[in-house]
C-alpha cells in the first residue's frame, strides 16, 4: 500500500498519525485515485492539509475529491474574496511540488 503514497505523504501522514490510525488514514487516502501520481499527491496533501488529523474528515474529504477534485482543490487552497478564488496564505502556485 505505500508504493502507491509518495514518501512527502508518507512523512506527513506520519506526523498526524499512528498505529492503526495511520493505517486507516492511508487505506481512506487510497480510495482516490487518478490517472496522474502529481495530481495524487496534490490531492493527498490537500486532504491531509485540511482535515486536521481526524479520519472522518479524510474519508470525507477523499469522498469530495472523488466526485469533483476540483472542488476539494479550491475548498482547501483557495479562500474567496469579493468573489474571486485568492491563494490561501503561505501557499504558493505549486506549492505541493515544493
Given at each position: 500500500?505505500?508504493?502507491?503514497?509518495?514518501?512527502r505523504?508518507?512523512?506527513?501522514?506520519?506526523?498526524?498519525?499512528t498505529?492503526s490510525?495511520?493505517?486507516?488514514?492511508?487505506?481512506?487516502?487510497?480510495?482516490?485515485?487518478?490517472?496522474?501520481q502529481e495530481?495524487?499527491?496534490?490531492?493527498y496533501?490537500?486532504?491531509l492539509?485540511?482535515?486536521?488529523?481526524?479520519l472522518?474528515?479524510?474519508?470525507?474529504?477523499?469522498?469530495?475529491a472523488r466526485?469533483?477534485?476540483?472542488?476539494?482543490i479550491?475548498?482547501?487552497?483557495?479562500?474567496?474574496i469579493?468573489?474571486k478564488?485568492?491563494?490561501?496564505p503561505?501557499?504558493?502556485e505549486?506549492?505541493w511540488?515544493?
Open positions: 500500500m505505500d508504493d502507491a503514497l509518495s514518501d505523504v508518507n512523512r506527513k501522514l506520519s506526523e498526524v498519525f498505529g490510525d495511520l493505517e486507516k488514514a492511508k487505506k481512506f487516502l487510497l480510495e482516490y485515485q487518478s490517472p496522474s495530481l495524487n499527491e496534490r490531492i496533501l490537500d486532504i492539509r485540511i482535515s486536521n488529523g481526524s472522518d474528515k479524510i474519508h470525507q474529504f477523499v469522498g469530495l466526485t469533483d477534485y476540483r472542488d476539494l479550491l475548498c482547501a487552497e483557495y479562500d474567496f469579493d468573489g478564488p485568492v491563494l490561501k503561505g501557499l504558493t505549486q506549492w511540488k515544493s
